[in-house]
């Protein structure tokens, strides 16, 4: 019974010291590694995913745009002699005329012409008032040996119209003029071929022929007397001289 008891004894101290000696044995206080959800040692396998990552770009693409050209301005429209609005045309646009009609000495044009608009009746137009002021800043300057009424030109043209029907008592009288270079008869027929491409213009904006003259003085009356460019651009010119009946 004793021996018994003594194995017992020994049995039960030899289940306490391997129990003891095995938690001595743990390892305290570990750093777990990231990303590895605490789990150490060989053979384990991390499991876990990784974090995304987002690096912006630095360069920007702005969106793309669709440029759209812009509306065309409709050309205007004048009334015409039977009240009709018309939208005029001009004259010599890509051609000169050709120099034509009689012109009688002094350069005033009567009869039939090129642009095939009849003359005003001279007699219509006797013991008539001047005013060679009123459209002074509207003087239609024209390029070198052209008689071509260009685009930038044609609203002064545009006013005088305007006026005109307005005042229907008034007349007009178109002045063609040249600067100093050619012949005296090619610089009138010149200046007769500016004053008639007025006149036509005038004409499809709604002016009777019959309210208009033409005259051409080539070069003998200079607005500028200098002999460069700058006077001779200031020297081909059409003029307008207002005619108003005497009270």
Same mark, same amino acid.
């Given at each position: ?5 003594? @194995? $017992?004894?020994? /049995?039960?101290?030899?289940?306490? +010291? %391997? ?5 001595? &044995?743990?390892? !305290? ?99 008539? @008032? $001047?005013?060679? /002021?009123?459209?002074?800043?509207? +003087? %239609? ?5 052209? &008689?071509?009424? !260009? ?97």
């Amino acid at each position: 019974m004793k021996r018994f008891d003594l @194995l $017992k004894l020994l /049995a039960v101290g030899l289940i306490f +010291t %391997v129990a003891t000696t095995g938690c001595r &044995s743990r390892t !305290k206080g570990l750093t777990p590694i990231p990303g590895g959800a605490g789990k150490t040692g060989p053979g384990i396998v991390d499991d876990t995913p990784p974090k995304a990552t987002y690096t912006p770009s630095t360069v920007y693409t702005p969106p793309t745009t669709v440029t759209r050209p812009p509306t065309p301005t409709p050309p205007p429209t004048y009334p015409n002699n039977d009240g009709n609005r018309v939208t005029p045309f001009p004259p010599t646009a890509t051609t000169d005329l050709p120099p034509g009609g009689n012109r009688p000495p002094g350069g005033e044009n009567t009869g039939r012409n090129p642009t095939g608009i009849s003359a005003a009746d001279r007699g219509d137009f006797e013991g008539m @008032l $001047k005013d060679p /002021a009123l459209f002074k800043n509207n +003087t %239609v300057l024209f390029d070198f040996d052209s &008689s071509v009424i !260009k685009d930038k030109q044609r609203s002064k043209i545009e006013a005088v119209a305007a006026f005109l029907k307005t005042t229907t008592s008034n007349k007009l009288l178109i002045e063609g003029h040249c600067d100093e270079r050619g012949t005296e008869e090619y610089n009138r027929a010149l200046g007769e071929r500016r004053a008639l491409a007025v006149r036509e213009y005038l004409v499809r904006l709604g002016i009777q022929a019959s309210r208009i003259r033409t005259i051409s003085y080539g070069f003998d009356r200079p607005a500028d007397s200098g002999h460069n460019e700058a006077a001779w651009s200031k020297n081909r010119r059409g003029e307008f001289i207002v005619l108003m009946p005497r009270q």
